[in-house]
C-alpha cells in the first residue's frame, strides 16, 4: 500500500471510542465527491520516481492479438490482427548494435550476457541477401551520446568483448529512409524483400491512414544522425537504382514489424513490436482470456495493454475495469483465506484508495506494487474475494462532508494503530491511535548455537529437549526431521536466510525461547559495524564507530519517533522513515537491546556484572564453559532475563510488534475482528474516526 514515504500498505481511519456489535454504518448514494472509474491504469515496473525497470515486455495469450494505437482523440483504431501467441514490443531509440550473425547460438550467448534489466540486449532476425541474419541490439538510450557511454561500458567486459569476436559496434537510432506508403500490407512486404535481397536492413512500418485503419511504408536503416542517413542515401541508390527513398517522418505515431528471436528456445522467432515515441501501442487479447506478461514473473492480468514511451522509459500500462482490477488486489493484499467480512472492508479500503489516487503516475492512476496496492494479475483471484468485491460494489468511504478518505491500512498494527505524527509528523483528519486485535497464530522458535559456533533460529516443532545441559546450564535439543533449515531470523519469509541445514540426530545448544506471533512479533539483529553503515548511508554521519543506540522518543501508540546513535539525532525524513534507515525493519514499533552491555550466566548459574569483558565462551561443540579470551560468548540480558548471543562488535537486538506503517486499518486485526462476528462496516467503524460508507 502507499503512503508518503513509500510504505507498505494502505491505511484507513480510524474510530477514537469502542466497537459496538450491532453499529452500523449509513449508506448514501449521493454524497461521494467523485464517481467510480469504469477502468483503472495501473502501471507495471514503475516505481514512485517515475522510472521503469524495463526496456522491453514480452506479451503472450491464445488464439493471438489485436494490435493497434491510441491516437489523439483516446480511442482505439485497430492496425493488425496476429495470431502469434507471443509478441514482444520496445520502444524505439538510440541502441548499440553489437553483433551481426548468421550465427544464431553466438547471437543468444551474448544477448544472454545482457539480460538484466534495465538495458537488455534484444536479438533481431531478419532477411539479408537470402539468408536470415541476427542482430545484436542493446539498450535503450536517449541520445546518441548516451548510447556511445554505454559501448564503451560494456566493451570492456571481456565476456561480451570475446562474443562479439572482433565485430566493431555501431551506435544505432531513429533516423530512416521511407519509400512511401502503401494501403496494404502485402506490397510493403514486397517491397521490404527487394531491398533486403539487396542487402540493406528494411522493415514494414504501419503509421496512420484513414477512417482509422494504417497505412503501410518500408523503412530502411537505423541511422543515428543526418550524416549516416545521408550516406545510407547514397549507399542505397547504387544498390536499389529503381526504388526512391526520403527521410521518414518519425515525428507521427508508427509501429515497426519486426522479428524477434527467442535465444532461450531452440530457433524461434516471434513478432516484434517497435513503436515511435509518440506511439501510444494498444494490445487486446482476442479471447479476452487474459494476457501474461513474462518479465512480471508470468502473471496473467485482464483487461489490455498500452505501451508507450514515459520519461524515455517504456511505459506498460494495464487498462481493466474497475472492480475486476479488485478482484487481484484484495486477493494479493489480504488472501482468499481471510473471512469474508475482512474481505469486504479491504474491498472497501482498496476502492477508496485507488479511486482518490487520480493520475498520479500521469499516464496511469496506480502501479502494481506496494509503492500504492499490490496487484498480482488473476493468480491471486479466488472465488470469495471475487464474493467480497461484488458485494461492496462501488461502495467508498467518505467523511462527514461527503468527500473519500485517504484510505491507509498495513499488515498488523502490534495491537495498537499508529497516531499519523509518528508516521509523518503531522496530524491527519480521521485517523487516530486505537487499540487492534493483531495476534496471529504463535509459532515456537529457538536461538541456538551449531556445531561450528555460529548461531541461529529453527522452528520449535522440528527439535526436542535431550534433559542433557552444559556446563553453562544451556539445554541441548535434538534435531527430529532432516534439511531442517538454520536461519539468521525467526521467520520463514526472506529475512530468515537459510545459513545451513540440520537432520535428525543432530544436536544444538539452545541459547533462548522465543514465541513469534507472525505477523505481530519479529526479531531483527545486526552488528554496530552494519548499523553504522546504515546511518551513515542515510544521512547521520558518525564520528567514530557505533557504541550506542537510544530511543529518545516515542509516540502515542510507543512507536519510535526519534533515535540517537552516539548521542546524535537519527536523520530521517519522517519518523516512519526510521524503517528505511534501520534495514527495513517491519515496523517502528520496537524496543532495542544492546549486547554490548550484559549481565553473564556462568556456569555456576551465577550472574555476574561485567560491562564487556565476558566471563565464560560456550562452544557448540563443547560441553564445557571456558574463561574469557574467545571471540563468542553468551549472555542473559535484556528486559525478560533472555539468553542472547554476543561478540566482541557490539550487536543490536530489535525487538518489535506488527508489519507496515500501522496507519489505518490492519489487515489481521480485520481478519480477527470478523472472526469474532464483525460486519465489514462495524470493522471499518473500529478503524476510521467519523466516516460513511457510500456509493460512488
Known amino acids: 500500500m502507499k503512503s508518503t514515504f513509500w510504505l507498505r500498505t494502505i491505511g484507513r481511519i480510524t474510530l477514537a471510542g469502542t466497537i459496538l456489535l450491532g453499529a452500523t454504518i449509513p449508506l448514501s448514494g449521493s454524497e ?189 536503416g537505423n541511422e543515428p544522425d543526418k550524416a549516416s542517413l545521408t550516406k545510407l542515401q547514397s549507399d542505397a541508390a547504387k544498390l536499389i537504382p529503381n526504388i526512391s527513398l526520403s527521410q521518414a517522418n518519425t515525428d507521427i505515431p508508427y509501429v515497426m514489424l519486426k522479428s524477434s528471436f527467442d535465444y532461450k528456445t531452440d530457433d524461434h ?45 517504456l511505459a506498460a500500462v494495464n487498462e481493466i475495469p474497475f472492480e475486476q482490477y479488485l478482484y487481484s488486489v484484495v486477493g494479493t493484499e489480504m488472501g482468499g483465506s481471510y473471512p469474508v467480512e475482512a474481505l469486504k472492508a479491504q474491498a472497501v479500503i482498496a476502492r477508496t484508495y485507488a479511486m482518490t489516487n487520480g493520475n498520479t503516475y500521469d499516464i496511469a492512476n496506480v502501479v502494481d506494487n506496494t509503492f500504492d496496492q499490490a496487484y498480482y494479475g488473476m493468480g491471486n483471484e479466488t472465488d470469495s474475494v471475487i464474493e467480497a468485491v461484488n458485494a461492496t460494489k462501488d ?87 532432516n534439511g531442517l533449515n538454520v536461519r539468521t531470523s525467526p521467520t520463514m519469509n526472506s529475512l530468515g536466510t537459510v545459513i545451513t541445514k ?21 526479531e531483527r539483529s545486526y552488528s554496530a559495524s552494519a548499523l553504522s553503515d546504515m546511518l551513515n548511508q542515510n544521512g547521520t554521519k558518525l564520528n567514530g564507530p557505533l557504541t550506542s543506540l537510544e530511543i529518545t522518543s516515542r509516540g502515542q501508540s510507543g512507536r519510535v519517533t526519534e533515535m540517537q546513535a552516539n548521542g546524535q539525532v537519527v536523520n530521517t525524513k519522517s519518523p516512519d522513515y526510521l524503517r528505511t534507515v534501520l534495514g527495513s525493519l517491519p515496523s517502528t514499533l520496537f524496543d532495542i537491546v544492546d549486547t554490548g552491555s550484559y549481565t553473564i550466566q556462568g556456569a555456576s548459574s551465577k550472574r555476574n556484572k561485567t560491562g564487556n569483558t565476558p566471563v565464560y565462551t560456550l562452544s557448540g561443540s563443547s560441553n564445557k564453559a571456558t574463561p574469557t579470551g574467545q571471540s563468542q560468548y553468551y549472555v542473559l540480558g535484556g528486559t525478560e532475563g533472555s539468553v542472547r548471543a554476543v561478540t566482541t562488535d557490539t550487536n543490536f537486538l530489535f525487538k518489535g510488534k506488527g508489519y507496515g506503517h500501522g496507519l489505518g486499518l490492519s489487515q489481521y486485526g480485520a481478519r480477527n475482528y470478523a472472526l469474532q462476528g464483525y460486519t465489514y462496516q462495524q470493522i471499518i467503524q473500529a478503524y476510521f474516526n467519523g466516516v460513511r460508507i457510500t456509493k460512488g
Open 32 to 220: 461521494a465527491s467523485a464517481a467510480i472509474m469504469d477502468n483503472i491504469r495501473v502501471a507495471l515496473f514503475m516505481n514512485h520516481s517515475k522510472s521503469s525497470i524495463e526496456s522491453s515486455i514480452t506479451l503472450s495469450t491464445t488464439n493471438g492479438f489485436d494490435i493497434g494505437i491510441r491516437n489523439d482523440r483516446n480511442t482505439i483504431e485497430y492496425w493488425l490482427s496476429d495470431s502469434a501467441e507471443q509478441i514482444r514490443s520496445v520502444a524505439d531509440g538510440y541502441g548499440v548494435q553489437l553483433l551481426l550473425t548468421d550465427d544464431p547460438g553466438r547471437a543468444g550467448a551474448l544477448a544472454d550476457s545482457l539480460s538484466k534489466p534495465p538495458e537488455k540486449a534484444q536479438v533481431y532476425a531478419e532477411s539479408k541477401q537470402g539468408k536470415t541474419i541476427y542482430r545484436v541490439v542493446y539498450g535503450h538510450f536517449m541520445d546518441a551520446s548516451e548510447a556511445m557511454s554505454a559501448r564503451d561500458k560494456v566493451v570492456r567486459d571481456g565476456a561480451v568483448a570475446d562474443l562479439m569476436s572482433g565485430y566493431s559496434p555501431i551506435i544505432t537510432g531513429t533516423m530512416r529512409l521511407t519509400s512511401g506508403a502503401y494501403q496494404d500490407k502485402a506490397s510493403a512486404d514486397k517491397l521490404q524483400d527487394t531491398i533486403a535481397k539487396a542487402g540493406l536492413s528494411a522493415s514494414v512500418v504501419m503509421v496512420p491512414g484513414s477512417s482509422g485503419k494504417a497505412n503501410y511504408q518500408v523503412w530502411v
Open 269 to 313: 522467432l516471434f513478432p516484434q513490436y517497435v513503436f515511435g515515441a509518440n506511439t501510444k501501442l494498444w494490445v487486446h487479447s482476442k479471447q479476452q482470456n487474459g494476457i501474461t506478461v513474462k518479465e512480471r514473473s508470468e502473471r496473467t492480468y485482464r483487461g489490455d495493454f498500452e505501451l508507450s514511451l514515459y520519461n524515455n522509459d
Open 395 to 481: 461502495e467508498i468511504i467518505v467523511d462527514q462532508s461527503g468527500n473519500p478518505i485517504a484510505a491507509f491500512y498495513s499488515a498488523s498494527a502490534g495491537g495498537r494503530t499508529a497516531h499519523p505524527s509518528e508516521v509523518w509528523g503531522s496530524s491527519a483528519p480521521n485517523m487516530m491511535s486505537v487499540q487492534s486485535p493483531d495476534n496471529g497464530v504463535p509459532e515456537q522458535w529457538y536461538r541456538v548455537l551449531l556445531d561450528d559456533n555460529r548461531v541461529g533460529y529453527v522452528k520449535g516443532s522440528y527439535v526436542k529437549d535431550t534433559g542433557k545441559r552444559n556446563a553453562a546450564d544451556f539445554a541441548y535439543y535434538t534435531v527430529t526431521e
Open 502 to 522: 540440520l537432520n535428525t540426530g543432530d544436536q544444538v545448544i539452545v541459547l533462548e525461547s522465543i514465541v513469534m506471533d507472525t505477523p505481530y512479533v519479529w
